[in-house]
T-cell receptor
C-alpha cells in the first residue's frame, strides 16, 4: 500500500511570494509523481508531472524530485490570488494514483 | 474537446437505498478509474477499468460497491444499501492508452446519505 504524506498545515503567502509544498512517499520503487490543484468544490486538475530526479519547470510552477529521499516538492513563484487552492501530491503505479491529503494554500493580496 | 462527465452532480439518498453514479470518460480514453474523496481525506482509489480486461476492484471498500463499464466507454458505480459513511464525492477519471498515470478527472458526484 503506497502512502503519500503531506504534513504541512494551511499555507498563507503574500501575493508575489514563493509558496513551497512538500510531499513524501513510502514506496521506493515509485516512478511517477504528480501535483494536482483542487479549487473548493471542484475536481482535481493536473498541473505538474515529474519522473526524473531534479527540477522541472512549467511557467510559475517548479516540481522537484529526490528519489533517494523519497521526496517531491512544488514551488509556486510569484503567487497570485488565483493560486489559492488545495494542492494534492500523487504517486503513480499499479494502475492507480495514491494521493496525499493535500495542502491548502491561501495567497493574500 | 469534451472532458470527463459525471451524473448526477449531487445525490441525496436515504440510508439503505441503492444509488447509481454514472461516468462518461474522454472519448478515446481506454482507462477509467473511480475514486472517492471524503471530507478531510485524500482521494481513495476504488476501481480501475482498462479496455475489455477484467477490472481491478481491489479498492472497493465492501461488497455493497460494484461497478461496470459497458462497451469500453460509460461506467456506472453502484452502491447498494447505502450507509452514512458512504457520503463523499465520487470522482471518475480517464486516461489515454499507454498513459495510465496521466489521469483527467470529472467534476464528481457529491453523495449524501441521510
Amino acid at each position: 500500500q503506497k502512502e503519500v504524506e503531506q504534513n504541512s498545515g494551511p499555507l498563507s503567502v503574500p501575493e508575489g511570494a514563493i509558496a513551497s509544498l512538500n510531499c513524501t512517499y513510502s514506496d521506493r520503487g515509485s516512478q511517477s509523481f504528480f501535483w494536482y490543484r483542487q479549487y473548493s468544490g471542484k475536481s482535481p486538475e493536473l498541473i505538474m508531472s515529474i519522473y526524473s530526479n531534479g527540477d522541472k519547470e512549467d511557467g510559475r510552477f517548479t516540481a522537484q524530485l529526490n528519489k533517494a529521499s523519497q521526496y517531491v516538492s512544488l514551488l509556486i513563484r510569484d503567487s497570485q490570488p488565483s493560486d489559492s487552492a488545495t494542492y494534492l501530491c500523487a504517486v503513480g503505479g499499479n494502475n492507480r494514483l495514491a494521493f496525499g491529503k493535500g495542502n491548502q494554500v491561501v495567497v493574500i493580496p | 474537446g469534451a472532458g470527463v462527465s459525471q451524473s448526477p452532480s449531487n445525490k441525496v439518498t436515504e440510508k439503505g437505498k441503492d444509488v447509481e453514479l454514472r461516468c462518461d470518460p474522454i472519448s478515446g480514453h481506454t482507462a477509467l478509474y473511480w475514486y472517492r474523496q471524503s471530507l478531510g481525506q485524500g482521494l481513495e482509489f476504488l476501481i480501475y477499468f482498462q479496455g475489455n480486461s477484467a477490472p481491478d476492484k481491489s479498492g472497493l471498500p465492501s461488497d455493497r460497491f460494484s461497478a461496470e463499464r459497458t462497451g469500453g466507454s460509460v461506467s456506472t458505480l453502484t452502491i447498494q444499501r447505502t450507509q452514512q459513511e458512504d457520503s463523499a464525492v465520487y470522482l471518475c477519471a480517464s486516461s489515454p492508452q499507454g498513459r495510465t498515470d496521466t489521469q483527467y478527472f470529472g467534476p464528481g458526484t457529491r453523495l449524501t446519505v441521510l
